[in-house]
């Protein structure tokens, strides 16, 4: 069974500057994928950004970018010059893969991080 | 280009009774899942269904049930409410089954 490991329930990071939330992984398949959300608090998920198991390079959107280590099972989330808009929770979430037959996302229990101006 | 829309956006029903909660897809996306976020706790898979046909479930009694329909849009229906069913209901839509799901606002469930 897949399993997403959050660690932090909770972040404070000051305006303008770089915070990472942790994110581990647990799984035999061979390939996944990897997702981060953020859901504000009117509860929409917001996708953020994707790590395929099998890609070389580390994925970047913007200020967002996924520090991939394969070896250690761990995919953080790297968010550069923090925003106040930045503040929700952020959830770590890894798509099953293809022998599953389903394709559903396994959700950690998140990360609420908070911007300080 | 629209977003994936749920309604309602709120509901309140009582134990025992049975809700339909709706889901329309982004206009092109073929597949649809839905997941329940009890409060403080990440999304729980609950379906997922492609070109109409059920692909996987969670493990959710047989209470809850679902369809799509052949414009791809999507319903849950959940029987014999219980209190612990009260949750966000959160609907996600991807062009096929192994891409990225995005997600529509959610229904906000509370059973009395």
């Known amino acids: 069974a897949q399993k997403i490991t959050q660690t932090q329930p909770g972040m404070f990071v000051q305006e303008k500057e770089a915070v990472t939330l942790d994110c581990t992984y647990d799984?035999?398949?061979?390939?996944?994928?990897l997702f981060w959300y953020k859901q504000p608090s009117s509860g929409e998920m917001i996708f953020l950004i994707y790590?395929?198991?099998?890609?070389?390079q580390n994925a970047t959107e913007g200020r967002y970018s996924l520090n991939f280590q394969k070896a250690r099972k761990s995919a953080n989330l790297v968010i550069s010059a923090s925003q106040l808009g930045d503040s929700a929770m952020y959830f770590c979430?890894?798509?099953?893969?293809?022998?599953?037959?389903?394709?559903?996302?396994?959700f950690g229990s998140g990360t609420r991080l908070q911007v300080q101006p | 280009d629209a977003g994936v829309t749920q309604s309602p956006t709120h509901l309140i029903k009582t134990r025992g009774q049975q809700v339909t909660l709706r889901c329309s897809p982004i206009s092109g996306h073929k597949s649809v899942s839905w997941y329940q976020q009890v409060l403080g706790q990440g999304p729980q898979f609950i379906f997922q269904?492609?070109?109409?046909?059920?692909?996987g479930r969670g493990n959710f009694p047989d209470r809850f049930s679902a369809r799509q329909f052949p414009n791809y849009s999507s319903e849950l229906n959940v029987n014999a409410l219980l209190l612990g069913d009260s949750a966000l209901y959160l609907c996600?839509?991807?062009?096929?089954?192994?891409?990225?799901?995005?997600f529509g606002p959610g229904t906000r469930l509370l059973v009395l």
């Open positions: 979430a890894m798509r099953e893969g293809q022998d599953t037959g389903r394709r559903a996302l396994t």
């Open positions: 996600a839509s991807s062009w096929v089954r192994g891409e990225t799901q995005y």
């Open positions: 790590q395929g198991s099998y890609d070389e």
């Open positions: 269904y492609y070109e109409k046909e059920e692909r």
């Open positions: 799984t035999s398949d061979q390939s996944y994928g």
